[in-house]
């Protein structure tokens, strides 16, 4: 039998090498040819990838590093790769394929696109032997063409969540060739374009060691993008030459929420950031309310000597908005308008934003109505109207959502009032919340268009409340923008005591309105009063002839609300004025002094013009504001009225400190230590806290590395 066998292995090596037959040879390299044509017809001339091939190479090694493990497949790589070789064939069908780009640029896709099985391949040509091995199926992501409208950074995100999203653990029976990454590469030119690579099962592998790490996409972070409105600060204004300052009152708090979030952090918010009247009206004050619903709301005055200036005086007006029962609540229809954009994942963000919607819940009646309208690439309804008595249902809606793709705002702000007066409740609240982080970047996003259209959707009876989320691309200037021009208010969530603040504690005065366009005309008297400046309200300035104008629109006031507005005023007579007398109007200033014999007692002239939360015509409230008003010293003064002028010392020092003179960060703390009072929730001492942490803050945040 061994001679047998010696004799066939010597046949073998005298028979000599075994060549292709010539036919075959020529086939297989025309099937080649071919299916390179097919596939690279519509590649455009040069380099499409966008860099040498070093540098792609090293920014994959980087990308590997990064994943631990990852192996690559394509559909016509026939053979299996195995050490160093492995690397540099990985890198030459990441660079073919796009996943490079993918990688490190990672633009251009839609979160939410929608995933189809790809079942039925095209047959292809006999090639050879090793073409014909079967290849794995593989999923296809169609990416809609409107994915390119994406910012920067959220389409980032996207991209590494969707090339993340199909790293899987293999096996431990498979053999390496059976792992594989999708590229898959969104062409701009069709919109829809998706091409896919997998490789065939070799022959024999070695098993992996161990399996591969699942990596979470990457939240959603960035830094130097927050937008706000830069508008001048209020000057100060002689009374002889201009006597009246005519406002809107402002019950927004988004400001103090925005500023506490940033000296947690550290840093200092920028001076834009800060708007003083925003900080004052964040907290309670202990203001006498009216009696009945007759009249929505009542006036106090006070004046006492400005801590930070001998030489002036602090004239402070307090409101107080009528507190309604339970009982005469009005029932409610709210569309919440959430963001699902890519750009809300975040912790501080979408997660933080189902919580608070949450305890909104728990502030509404069994019979009033919820909906719920989301928005990314596009907007759509997730909850048709529910009744807050089948509470499981919108909780279900809530727990459902997810982020990802590109922020269409508009269209979502344009579906929710849709929906909002389709089921609206007569002589009930009807409002749309709006949560998100302001980074619209799809459809409209102009403010100037948006805020057109909520104006026009207010005469429904349908108002806007905006809540924000976030910080690092924060557009606070549109939501103010919204809020202002929607009848409704704004308010920055960054923890869920904040959220349990606005949506629990303060529900009524969020919800249900008293009193709306209301406006506040102040004149002083010249024979008391030579200088005055108002402290806040910048964005809120109306001129004189706006007062008796009911056409314009103006704040409303909800329930239980308090409104505080501080002067700071220079008496006649003061040594110290910060702008000089004009020459030739003496006569003119002596002749006003003259005619106010009969006023001799006043400092100012109040008065308030407001409407009914369903009428058109305005009803006027006026308060002389006199000499029975002050207190000699500032020890003297109402505990409230000491808070709030500690508040707003600091936000003038956070603002430069133009008018503050050598008063510092330890006088505010001083000042607002001795005028605590009654802090039941504890956040006069959090502001306490807050002033002391201003003193070490970075005036920049770092970058992150």
């Known amino acids: 039998m061994s001679n047998e066998l010696d004799k066939l292995e010597q046949a073998f090596r005298n028979e000599g090498p075994i060549l292709p037959r010539e036919e075959a040879r020529k086939a297989a390299i025309s099937a080649a040819m071919e299916r390179f044509d097919e ?111 994406a910012s920067e950074p959220e389409a980032r995100v996207v991209a590494e969540e969707k090339v993340m999203s199909r790293l899987v653990p293999p096996k431990r029976s498979a053999d390496v060739g059976q792992l594989g990454v999708q590229s898959m590469l969104n062409d701009r030119a069709s919109g829809s374009r998706v091409r896919a690579k997998v490789l065939p099962q070799p022959m024999a592998a070695k098993r992996l060691q161990r399996p591969v790490d699942v990596l979470q996409p990457p939240q959603y972070e960035v830094q130097g993008r927050n937008k706000f409105s830069n508008p001048e600060d209020n000057p100060v204004k002689v009374v002889a030459e201009d006597p009246v300052s005519t406002f809107s009152v402002d019950v927004d708090t988004a400001s103090y929420a925005f500023l506490r979030a940033s000296l947690n952090r550290g840093v200092l918010p920028q001076k834009n950031a800060v708007r003083i009247e925003e900080m004052i009206n964040y907290f309670d004050y202990a203001y006498e309310g009216p009696d009945d619903r007759a009249q929505p709301f009542k006036v106090t005055v006070a004046v006492m000597p400005t801590p930070w200036n001998t030489e002036t005086k602090l004239m402070r007006i307090g409101i107080k908005g009528y507190q309604l029962p339970k009982t005469e609540r009005p029932r409610t229809n709210l569309v919440f308008l959430l963001d699902t954009s890519g750009s809300m994942r975040a912790p501080n963000k979408l997660p933080l934003l189902r919580s608070s919607f949450k305890l909104l819940l728990s502030s509404l009646q069994a019979d009033d109505t919820v909906s719920i309208v989301t928005y990314a690439g596009s907007a759509g309804t997730v909850l048709e109207p529910t009744k807050v008595s089948d509470k499981a249902k919108i909780l279900g809606a809530l727990d459902r959502l ?89 308010a920055y969530i960054d923890s869920l005591n904040e959220a349990r603040k606005v949506l629990v504690k303060e529900a009524g005065s969020t919800l249900f309105t008293i009193a709306k366009d209301v406006k506040l005309q102040v004149e002083f008297n010249p024979a008391k009063v030579s200088e005055y400046r108002l402290i806040g309200y910048e964005t809120r300035i109306l001129r004189r002839e706006d007062f008796n104008n009911d056409k314009v629109d103006a704040g409303d006031i909800g329930a239980g609300h308090t409104v505080t507005a501080l002067y700071e005023i220079t008496p006649a007579g003061a040594k110290t004025r910060l702008v000089d007398g004009l020459r030739y109007q003496k006569k003119a200033a002596k002749v006003a002094q003259d005619s106010d014999v009969g006023n001799a007692g006043e400092f100012a002239f109040l008065k308030i013009r407001y409407k009914q939360p369903k009428g058109t015509k305005s009803t006027l409230i006026t308060t002389p504001v006199t000499t029975a008003n002050q207190v000699a010293d500032v020890a003297a003064a109402p505990t409230d009225a000491r808070f ?62």
Request: a positive charge; zero cysteines.
């Open 402 to 490: 997810n982020a990802g793709g590109s922020t269409a705002g508009a269209e979502g702000i344009r579906q929710a009032y849709r929906l909002a007066e389709q089921n609206a409740v007569k002589d009930g609240v009807n409002r749309v919340i709006l949560a998100t982080d302001g980074d619209f970047n799809v459809g409209i996003t102009n403010p100037e268009e948006l805020k057109s259209f909520v104006e026009r959707k207010r005469k429904t009876g349908v108002s806007l409340s905006v809540l924000g989320f976030g910080m690092g691309n924060y557009n606070d200037a549109l939501m103010q923008t919204l809020a202002q021009n929607g009848n409704g208010n704004a």
């Open 644 to 705: 709030a002028a500690a508040v707003a010392a600091f936000g003038q020092l956070l603002k430069g400190g133009r008018y503050t003179g050598s008063f510092g960060y330890d006088d505010v703390i001083k000042l607002a230590l001795g005028a605590k009072g009654v802090d039941e929730f504890g956040h006069r001492a959090e502001f306490v806290n807050l002033v002391r942490a201003a003193k070490t803050a970075a005036a920049l945040s770092p970058q992150k590395q």
């Open 39 to 149: 596939e690279n017809l519509e590649t455009r001339q040069g380099n499409h990838v966008g860099a040498r091939l070093k540098a792609q190479g090293n920014k994959l090694l980087d990308a590997i590093r990064r994943r631990q493990s990852m192996t690559l497949t394509t559909e016509k790589l026939g053979y299996f790769l195995t050490g160093g070789a492995s690397i540099a064939a990985m890198a030459l069908i990441a660079i073919n394929t796009g996943l490079v780009p993918e990688l490190t640029r990672q633009q251009g896709w839609q979160d939410n696109a929608p995933v189809t099985k790809q079942d039925g391949a095209k047959k292809e040509q006999p090639r050879s032997d090793l073409a014909k091995q079967p290849v794995a199926k593989t999923e296809v992501a169609q990416v809609p063409a409107e994915a390119d409208t």
